[in-house]
């Protein structure tokens, strides 16, 4: 270890940031952020400044630095970005016992500055001991992605209840024990959601118990968590919480293992999967077995495809959780519509082509479509079909016969996200024709609206694709109109 990691209390000291350029103000934002009192010592403050040049705590200075100024700060930063300027500066601190920083010179410094990952009071500092700064970053940004900013509230809490839990806990294996089971268990959900003076009753409530030499009942919960459409970095941070907490999980057909990888390893797993006239487990039963695992105590995840609200049946789920008073906790999920059309490069509204969109479901009740065609065929909308594949003839022959136009552009998009997507392009007349052929087979979207021909503009990236393998995101750039026939993913 070529650095020792600490945390300097530095809350109203003073500190020397000498440079007024970029660097000086990045490091006098992060110095501020830790209540420190700060002199800026420069000719002129650049446009960074422009935040913090007013901050109460902040002072500029045009004076040249003296020995004297130096010898009065906790610790100085060198951030003139003129080596030998700043190695000066660098001299003078030494010579009055002051820590230094040398902005870009980590042989020239007392200390160095890590990559910091900010959920005050919790605090993450990562550091490379100066090799690679990038790499460091690269890596907070990763920690930004799984650590959500509500663990900041959760710190904060567990601070101000420290002392009534010390008080009643002996220190070690039993205090432990209690902390282990608030932060991974529904208190600290509370918290995480803003309840903090519910989660606090629970935690008095849990002490009592301990405390007269019993347990805390075990109380389980359901998370209702929409996992997107099929692509695992579509899910939410929140998402990816719960699903990591979960004893059990109930998942859907379309949860592919990429997503049951992020459930615990020891997590218990039920399918419960739908299809047209196959049903794993009928509608009513999944409630039931929802109330009778929380009932055990069980934190449990009801894992669905897309949204919960949208076409996921996730209100008559929570219906049954409220009758039986279960607590529960529903996570959005982004919706197949939307995910499906961006990863396909067909906008769902565009001024040009669709005002409106609306989301309707194919699966028709006893095989027959039952539907508002007189608000389906009004012009400049965009129809989203969910569940309509395999009603796909009848459903394009009711479009044209009840008046739209036989041409209008509609699409396919059959395993949306995922790197085995296709798209099936064509129009009302003959896009049964062609899903045929190309032997679709789903789970798939229906896109219909003059909307569809916009994939034609650009050449987007499809998940399967080379740039997609290469970490590449969705990008476009303008190339030659494709044949509206044009099939297209990786198979």
Same mark, same amino acid.
């Given at each position: ?54 901050? %109460? ?24 970005? +003129? ?34 990952? +900010? ?64 932060? %991974? ?35 389980? %919960? ?94 008559? %789920? ?16 982004? @919706? ?113 609206? @003059? ?10 990236? @499809? ?29």
């Amino acid at each position: 270890m070529d650095h020792l990691p600490i945390f300097l209390d530095v809350r109203d000291r003073p500190v020397l940031v000498v440079g007024g350029g970029t660097v000086a103000a990045r490091k006098a934002e992060m110095v501020l952020r830790a209540g420190a009192r700060i002199t800026v010592v420069a000719e002129e403050l650049s446009e960074d400044f422009r935040g913090i040049a007013d901050h %109460e705590r902040l002072s500029h200075s045009r004076q040249p630095l003296t020995a004297e100024a130096i010898a009065g700060a906790a610790l100085v930063y060198a951030a003139n970005e +003129d080596p030998e300027i700043d190695a000066a500066i660098r001299d003078l601190a030494r010579d009055a016992g002051v820590l230094v920083n040398v902005a870009d010179a980590p042989l020239n410094c007392d200390f160095i500055m890590p990559a910091v990952l +900010d959920r005050d009071p919790l605090v993450i500092a990562i550091s490379s001991s100066g090799a690679s700064p990038i790499l460091a970053r690269m890596i907070k940004a990763r920690l930004e992605a799984t650590i959500p900013a509500a663990y900041g509230r959760l710190a904060a809490f567990v601070g101000r209840c420290r002392d009534k839990v010390s008080a009643r806990l002996s220190p070690g294996a039993p205090r432990r024990r209690f902390w282990e089971g608030v932060l %991974e268990g529904p208190i600290a959900d509370l918290v995480l959601t803003g309840a903090d003076a519910e989660a606090e009753t629970e935690l008095d409530a849990a002490l009592a118990a301990i405390t007269k030499g019993g347990e805390a009942t075990a109380r389980g %919960e359901v998370y209702l968590v929409g996992a997107g459409p099929g692509d695992p970095d579509l899910l939410t941070f929140k998402a990816l919480r719960l699903i990591q907490r979960a004893d059990v999980v109930l998942y859907d057909r379309l949860i592919d293992d990429g997503l049951l990888n992020l459930v615990r390893r020891d997590a218990e797993r039920i399918y419960v999967g739908k299809m047209a006239k196959d049903h794993t487990m009928p509608q009513q039963e999944i409630g039931r077995l929802l109330v009778r695992l929380a009932r055990e105590g069980r934190r449990v995840l009801r894992l669905k495809g897309g949204d919960p609200f949208i076409f996921g049946r996730g209100g008559e %789920e929570i219906e049954q959780l409220a009758r039986a008073g279960i607590p529960f906790q529903v996570v959005p999920g982004i @919706t197949s519509a939307t995910g499906s059309s961006a990863y396909a490069g067909i906008p769902l509204t565009h001024r040009d082509h669709a005002h409106a969109c609306i989301f309707i479901t194919g699966h028709g009740k006893d095989g027959r479509l039952d539907l508002d065609w007189k608000t389906l065929l009004q012009p400049f909308q965009t129809v989203v079909v969910y569940m309509g594949l395999l009603l796909l003839k009848e459903l394009t022959g009711e479009f044209i016969a009840r008046g739209a136009d036989p041409t209008l552009p509609a699409a396919v998009i059959e395993n949306a996200t995922r790197r085995n997507q296709r798209v099936v392009v064509g129009t009302l007349a003959d896009l049964y024709d062609k899903v045929t052929e190309a032997d679709i087979k789903g789970p798939a979207l229906i896109i219909i609206g @003059t909307v569809v021909t916009l994939r034609g503009k650009l050449n987007w990236y @499809t998940p399967g694709s080379a740039a997609s393998a290469a970490g590449g995101a969705l990008h476009g750039v303008s190339v030659d109109p494709l044949d509206v026939a044009e099939i297209d993913g990786s198979d």
